[in-house]
């Protein structure tokens, strides 16, 4: 696609609700020729459709069951310090044993309530998204327009995130405080796991194995942060989408403010 076409969708479609001269403008200003015979009217339901795109489609994505679990770019695993021991306790025939009998099940069981935990969280997203949307200046679209390919993901992250751990957790945590196995939740099991494998008494052993103590102990914190980084992912790849690939503009007016 032409540089100037890339500034133009970009333009139009992550500048506020403004009127038509300002559109010409902020155009006029870095040279985008906007000979394209659209209305205001077009020009604002096309920013709508396409800012609803860009975050519904991700939303309603993750928030289906396996929207994270299935999906391996952005499936949430345990901590990378519990992989690593579980990887060092498996690398002997006798700790493979005890993982096979004792741990595997567990381990299973543990991922899935975590992608679980986030699926349940991710339709907190939707509003938020919106408000954000909603409140972008002339400032924020100048940025945008100068930014990087996932300018606008990442003014959403910078707008929306806090607000996102705020919602997100405490869905997160009830989903993690649910009976899992032996009537204890992903919640407890983690715990107790986490404060055995750091107990001082330990250290010799974990420093024998090279193994790292594990920093994290609030899984429903490590969980929202995976979670979001997974939806901005998913944000950050349909932006490129819509700007770069003409079938992802899925009606009439994307297509024509796109297109043009």
């Given amino acids: 696609m032409k540089i100037r076409s890339v500034l133009l969708s970009l333009f139009v479609v992550f500048l506020p609700f403004q009127s038509c001269d300002v559109v010409q403008q902020v155009a006029n200003d870095y040279g985008i020729d906007t000979g394209t015979g659209l209305t205001e009217k077009e020009v604002?339901?096309?920013?709508k459709s396409a800012l609803e795109v860009?975050?519904?489609a991700s939303v309603?994505?993750?928030s289906k069951t396996d929207g994270y679990l299935k999906d391996a770019a952005i499936k949430i695993l345990l901590p990378?310090?519990?992989n690593s021991a579980i990887t060092q306790l498996k690398s002997t025939s006798a700790g493979r044993k005890i993982y096979d009998n004792l741990i595997k099940d567990i381990e299973e069981d543990m991922v899935i309530s975590l992608n679980r935990a986030a699926e349940n969280a991710a339709v907190k997203a939707k509003p938020i998204f919106v408000n954000a949307i909603k409140s972008m200046t002339i400032q924020d679209g100048f940025n945008i327009l100068k930014g990087q390919d996932d300018a606008a993901t990442l003014y959403l992250k910078n707008k929306t995130f806090n607000q996102l751990v705020d919602a997100?957790?405490?869905e997160i945590k009830t989903v993690l405080k649910k009976p899992l196995v032996f009537n204890k939740s992903s919640?407890?099991?983690y715990s107790q796991f986490v404060k055995s494998y750091n107990d001082v008494e330990r250290a010799d052993v974990i420093n024998a194995l090279k193994l790292s103590p594990i920093e994290e102990s609030d899984l429903s914190a490590f969980v929202t942060q995976r979670a979001l980084n997974g939806i901005f992912q998913k944000i950050a790849l349909k932006e490129k989408d819509i700007?770069?690939?003409?079938s992802a503009r899925i009606n009439d007016i994307l297509k024509?403010?796109?297109?043009?």
């Fill in 44 to 47: 604002i339901q096309g920013l």
């Fill in 54 to 56: 860009g975050t519904n």
């Fill in 60 to 62: 309603q994505t993750l």
């Fill in 80 to 82: 990378s310090e519990i």
């Fill in 168 to 170: 997100f957790k405490p």
């Fill in 187 to 189: 919640e407890a099991i």
């Fill in 243 to 246: 700007r770069e690939n003409p």
């Fill in 256 to 260: 024509k403010v796109f297109g043009s």
